[in-house]
């Protein structure tokens, strides 16, 4: 995501690269094109203009010290900045009342039904919550059958009622069956059009009236860039919808709903999703996208994922079989799928510092592991726990099962024992060791 916009404000900042002060000529020079920039990733007009004035009277203000360079200045400003155009920080959502009722609006085909889902998802592994998702959406048959599909994925009840045409009766008795089961959040999904009208507005302003949600979330598309904004304001104008949710940000290069829907309707941007997956959703942090904006990564991001897939026993438990050279291929696979619950493997290799703009050609396919883990499930249990039983024979069957060649499985297994050695060697002590013995070395 925001490919293109990082790549156009790195051009802007080598602008005053090399120069020993701010001065107001290279500083409106590089305004400029940071505004061009902005801009062209589809920002609003007025956003974009109002960003940059803003961040031209602050250059042009300070006293730079001579410890900093105008160009670093102008990252830290511009930085900032972003930070604070989409938000200034996080903002989560109100989980009041019992049950409290989360009302998901937007048009047709902006995610609202996956969104729902993945939100039931959230609530329920990382709040504890017991969340019922509401098919409000009478009009596509499909809409109901998906978030069936989706909340048998998550476990989490779906309420319908078959034959109903009244949303607003199907999301007041949703209310009461989750009060008498227990749900502690309704999360109410509803119907969207290819483009605002009236009636729409009319029945979703109608299920608000009835069932007065704790929040009102507008789901949006990112893809669809101002046209989004623009979609946002009408819809704040009639709900006054309590935060924004930006789906499908992985498919956008140019990022300019995030930037501009904060400012146009003065509603913060609460959830961003990436991908079909129900695990690839997360709280929008306006200073960790302008990281990411900005080519600096999200390591902290990074870190909470991997938290999110940590289990303290079985990190003991593997830490012991590491230190006694016992990590098979068991443990291996299992590293693999915690990995992949991560989310988009491309996303996350972009939120290490420097890694994002390294890859940015690249195409890291999420069936990345695939090969890997087709070798692995071709061995039997025996080869799995022990690897040193692999014999030619044995290799070649494994091709033959995992359709790889036995190139792919002599490399993964040589792979495999160096990692193995590497993590020993880590684990017992044996860093130490590592650079005792190239301290010892003869330097030229």
Do not use: C
């Amino acid at each position: 995501m925001f490919e293109n916009l990082t790549d156009r404000l790195e051009r802007s900042f080598k602008i005053l690269k090399g120069e020993g002060k701010i001065t107001e000529i290279n500083v409106a020079e590089t305004v400029k094109d940071i505004r061009k920039a902005l801009i062209e990733a589809d920002v609003n007009y007025k956003v974009a203009k109002s960003f940059t004035d803003d961040i031209k009277r602050k250059a042009l203000g300070m006293n730079v010290l001579t410890a900093v360079k105008p160009g670093q200045l102008m990252v830290k400003l511009v930085h900032d900045e972003l930070a604070a155009l989409m938000g200034g920080k996080a903002e989560d959502i109100d989980l009041s009342g019992n049950p409290s009722v989360i009302l998901i609006a937007g048009l047709q085909g902006s995610g609202k039904t996956t969104f729902s889902a993945k939100l039931a998802n959230y609530l329920k592994s990382k709040k504890g919550k017991h969340p019922m998702l509401v098919a409000g959406d009478v009009y596509r048959p499909a809409a109901i059958e998906q978030l069936k599909v989706l909340g048998e994925q998550i476990n989490v009840p779906v309420f319908t009622i078959p034959d109903s045409k009244d949303p607003v009766s199907i999301a007041k008795d949703a209310i009461k069956e989750a009060k008498k089961n227990g749900q502690d959040v309704v999360i109410i999904d509803t119907a969207g059009r290819l483009a605002i009208d009236e009636e729409m507005m009319k029945e979703v302003e109608s299920i608000k009236k009835a069932v007065s949600p704790n929040e009102i979330l507008f789901v949006v598309d990112s893809m669809t860039g101002q046209d989004a904004v623009n979609t946002a304001k009408e819809f704040n104008d009639r709900l006054d919808f309590n935060g924004v949710v930006l789906t499908k940000l992985d498919g956008d290069t140019r990022g300019g709903a995030a930037l501009s829907i904060r400012a146009v309707v003065d509603k913060p941007i609460k959830f961003v999703s990436t991908g079909e997956k129900m695990e690839t959703l997360d709280v929008f942090h306006p200073d960790r996208m302008a990281d990411r904006i900005l080519g600096m990564g999200d390591i902290v991001s990074l870190v909470e994922k991997a938290q999110e897939q940590y289990d303290e026993e079985q990190a003991r438990k593997l830490h012991k079989k590491i230190v006694k050279n016992q990590f098979n291929f068991n443990d291996f696979l299992d590293q693999i799928a915690q990995i992949k619950k991560m989310g988009n493997l491309k996303d996350l290799a972009g939120m290490i510092p420097g890694v994002g703009k390294a890859l940015k050609n690249v195409d890291i396919d999420d069936d990345a592991f695939k090969s890997i883990e087709a070798i692995i499930k071709s061995m039997t249990p025996e080869e799995r726990e022990n690897p040193s039983l692999m014999n030619g024979s044995r290799r070649k069957r494994i091709a033959e099962g995992s359709g790889t060649s036995i190139v792919e499985v002599n490399r993964l297994l040589k792979q495999f024992e160096d990692m193995r050695k590497l993590m020993k060697m880590v684990s017992g002590g044996g860093a130490k060791k590592f650079g005792r013995m190239m301290n010892q070395m003869p330097r030229r």
